[in-house]
């Protein structure tokens, strides 16, 4: 689809997985090209559902450009876009070079798979070669609440070296609106791979709004 790899490239891999939460995902590709990192974009067939359901964006293959950039609102400048069923995908192999691999958001059927090793969709084999490899593997997790199976897997795959990052906006960065809230998860997951961004407004412990409030109720 599209793609002319160059050996220079060394993408952060984006999973797209059918759980509520589509516009994380947009603001984590945005902030991503934003600050000139590369993109190797994976969608499932059920997020193309969640994603037209949540952002009435729909999400063809044949026209991906148009439709990335209607869904992140930029161009989609240095991106690759693989077939969830393309096991022969560059993301498929260990030898492809990549800096790690987030699954925003990620589905509890995501995380099982991943946990498993199932590798049954390019998703989960990308997120298998991560975790072989020692990479970043960041999983945006959106579910609530959670079955116990859900907790081991999330406990085994901590255990592995990934980061499982709930989909759960904080209030103290003094969001206004729900981009604010997005923005703020999107923040942490790029947090989680050292990617510098602006997402949201660090915490200073500084004598701010913040800690004035606190001060003032005398915590
Ligand atoms: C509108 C919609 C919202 C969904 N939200 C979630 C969710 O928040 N979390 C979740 O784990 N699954 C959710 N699902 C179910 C998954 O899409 C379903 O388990 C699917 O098989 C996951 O496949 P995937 O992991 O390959 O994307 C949702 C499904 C739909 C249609």
Same mark, same amino acid.
């Given at each position: ?31 991503? !090209? ?87 969709? !390019? ?15 960041? !999983? ?49 997951? !790029? ?29």
């Amino acid at each position: 689809m599209d793609h002319q790899p160059t050996t220079s490239r060394t993408p952060w891999v984006v999973g797209i997985t059918g759980a509520s939460g589509t516009p994380y995902a947009a603001a984590v590709i945005r902030a991503l !090209l934003d600050g000139g990192e590369a993109v190797d974009l994976v969608v499932s067939r059920a997020a193309r559902l969640t994603l037209l359901d949540e952002t009435g964006q729909t999400f063809r293959e044949a026209q991906w450009r148009t439709d990335v950039k209607a869904f992140i609102g930029r161009d989609a400048g240095d991106m690759v876009v693989w077939k969830e069923n393309d096991f022969a995908a560059g993301p498929s192999s260990g030898s492809y070079p990549t800096g790690g691999m987030l699954v925003v958001p990620a589905t509890t059927a995501s995380v099982a798979g991943i946990a498993a090793g199932l590798s049954k969709d !390019l998703i989960q084999r990308a997120a298998d070669v991560t975790l072989k490899e020692r990479r970043p593997l960041v !999983l945006v997790l959106r579910e609530t609440p959670l079955r116990r199976v859900t907790l081991r897997q999330m406990a085994d795959l901590a255990d592995e070296g990934a980061t499982v990052l709930p989909a759960s906006p904080a209030f103290y960065a003094g969001a206004r609106d729900v981009q604010q809230l997005v923005d703020f998860v999107a923040g942490k997951a !790029l947090d989680a791979i050292g990617v510098p961004h602006t997402l949201y407004t660090r915490w200073t412990g500084e004598l701010g709004a913040g800690r004035a409030r606190t001060e003032a109720l005398g915590a």
